[in-house]
């Protein structure tokens, strides 16, 4: 079978770019499936954010890698690059930091607080021995840090300050980052949205995927894909227009990365564009704003990164001051 002639998005309106097959968000959501967690994120939003002082910062973290299934079935996927180490280890640094953090994730990608223990090469067991009384517990040399750390998520997690959230496919992202937003937007400029999220930027609409499991026996297979409109524009300009917004931008040839973060900040009118490049983003961004011609860098050195220092620790003590003074100049702001 091929899924180009499938693939297609016919029967929806395009938007007028010139000979581009970009549909409008609100088409995209009556063409695709909400994930099944989609209620029970927003009962359990509800409540969180109840438990929130009025005065309370919060921020929704997006993280991780969305997928692109090639079969209603998902048998197959095109997945996009992503460890979710920038969101996790910003959520951790954010509620240091004192706000109330949302994290929607890739199941399976790094949480917060576990993402120490969820390296590819170590698995849980090598943290663990058996004791001679046939008892199981952890290696002294981690003792302390997982205590530390297990103490500190235990904290948030009961505090009622860190609310978790997963989705697999970019469907499921996009309907809770709408979902998110909407109930985020009353907050005002309290609220901030950090999108570290590595977010398809092409897939198939349902009704067009294949049912079952593609054939090998069918030969070639030829995919088009269509392109997913960008939600910045509706985030910003509908779902959460008083919110403080921080997206980010990933590219690997340098030539662009500027460029385009400039043009994503004029774009859409939100506040900040992170940029990185995917071989030294551990080590380097650049914070664009409209308010200044040239970015901010923030960097730690090979040193730092040795002994284990995280670039999300500057980085969101930057964006926590800038948020903060956004804050001071948009008293009870709200949509
Ligand atoms: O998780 P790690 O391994 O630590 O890696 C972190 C990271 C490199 C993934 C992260 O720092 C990062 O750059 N995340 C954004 C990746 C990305 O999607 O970049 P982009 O240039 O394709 O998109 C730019 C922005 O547009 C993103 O904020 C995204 O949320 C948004 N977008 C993307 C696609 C889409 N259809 N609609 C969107 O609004």
Redesign the pocket.
């Given at each position: 079978m091929n899924l180009i002639d499938n693939a297609v998005f016919d029967s929806v309106p395009l938007s007028p770019l010139a000979g581009r097959r970009v549909i409008d968000p609100d088409t995209y959501f009556d063409h695709n499936k909400p994930p099944t967690n989609l209620e029970w994120a927003h009962t359990e939003i509800e409540k969180f954010l109840r438990r929130q002082a009025p005065d309370q910062r919060v921020v929704l973290i997006t993280?991780?890698g969305t997928t692109v299934p090639l079969e209603n079935n998902t048998v197959r996927f095109v997945d996009n690059f992503?460890?979710?180490?920038?969101?996790s280890c910003s959520a951790e640094q954010f509620l240091s930091l004192g706000y109330a953090v949302i994290f929607l994730y890739r199941e399976k990608s790094l949480q917060p607080f576990n993402r120490n223990y969820s390296e590819n090469t170590r698995g849980l067991l090598s943290y663990l021995e058996e004791t001679e009384d046939g008892h199981v517990k952890v290696k002294p040399e981690w003792e302390q840090k997982i205590r530390r750390d297990l103490s500190e998520y235990r904290k948030y997690m009961d505090g009622g300050k860190l609310l978790m959230v997963n989705f697999t496919t970019l469907a499921d992202y996009l309907f809770l980052l709408r979902e998110v937003s909407l109930m985020l937007a009353p907050l005002g400029s309290r609220a901030m949205f950090y999108?570290?999220?590595?977010?398809?930027?092409f897939f198939i609409p349902s009704h067009s995927m294949a049912e079952h499991k593609i054939q090998s026996g069918d030969g070639d297979l030829t995919l088009r894909m269509n392109q997913?409109?960008?939600?910045?524009r509706p985030l910003v300009k509908n779902w959460a227009p008083a919110c403080y917004i921080v997206?980010?931008?990933?590219e690997t040839d340098p030539e662009l990365l500027g460029p385009k973060a400039k043009h994503?900040l004029d774009k859409y009118g939100h506040q900040v564009v992170i940029a990185?490049m995917?071989d030294t983003?551990k080590w380097q961004v650049w914070l664009y704003t409209r308010e200044s011609t040239e970015p901010c860098v923030i960097q730690i050195s090979q040193q730092q990164l040795a002994v284990g220092r995280d670039i999300e620790q500057d980085l969101t003590e930057e964006i926590s001051r800038r948020h903060q003074q956004f804050v001071a100049d948009h008293p009870g702001s709200t949509q």
């Amino acid at each position: 079978m091929n899924l180009i002639d499938n693939a297609v998005f016919d029967s929806v309106p395009l938007s007028p770019l010139a000979g581009r097959r970009v549909i409008d968000p609100d088409t995209y959501f009556d063409h695709n499936k909400p994930p099944t967690n989609l209620e029970w994120a927003h009962t359990e939003i509800e409540k969180f954010l109840r438990r929130q002082a009025p005065d309370q910062r919060v921020v929704l973290i997006t993280s991780g890698g969305t997928t692109v299934p090639l079969e209603n079935n998902t048998v197959r996927f095109v997945d996009n690059f992503s460890a979710g180490t920038r969101g996790s280890c910003s959520a951790e640094q954010f509620l240091s930091l004192g706000y109330a953090v949302i994290f929607l994730y890739r199941e399976k990608s790094l949480q917060p607080f576990n993402r120490n223990y969820s390296e590819n090469t170590r698995g849980l067991l090598s943290y663990l021995e058996e004791t001679e009384d046939g008892h199981v517990k952890v290696k002294p040399e981690w003792e302390q840090k997982i205590r530390r750390d297990l103490s500190e998520y235990r904290k948030y997690m009961d505090g009622g300050k860190l609310l978790m959230v997963n989705f697999t496919t970019l469907a499921d992202y996009l309907f809770l980052l709408r979902e998110v937003s909407l109930m985020l937007a009353p907050l005002g400029s309290r609220a901030m949205f950090y999108l570290a999220a590595a977010v398809s930027d092409f897939f198939i609409p349902s009704h067009s995927m294949a049912e079952h499991k593609i054939q090998s026996g069918d030969g070639d297979l030829t995919l088009r894909m269509n392109q997913v409109p960008k939600f910045l524009r509706p985030l910003v300009k509908n779902w959460a227009p008083a919110c403080y917004i921080v997206s980010f931008k990933l590219e690997t040839d340098p030539e662009l990365l500027g460029p385009k973060a400039k043009h994503a900040l004029d774009k859409y009118g939100h506040q900040v564009v992170i940029a990185n490049m995917l071989d030294t983003r551990k080590w380097q961004v650049w914070l664009y704003t409209r308010e200044s011609t040239e970015p901010c860098v923030i960097q730690i050195s090979q040193q730092q990164l040795a002994v284990g220092r995280d670039i999300e620790q500057d980085l969101t003590e930057e964006i926590s001051r800038r948020h903060q003074q956004f804050v001071a100049d948009h008293p009870g702001s709200t949509q």
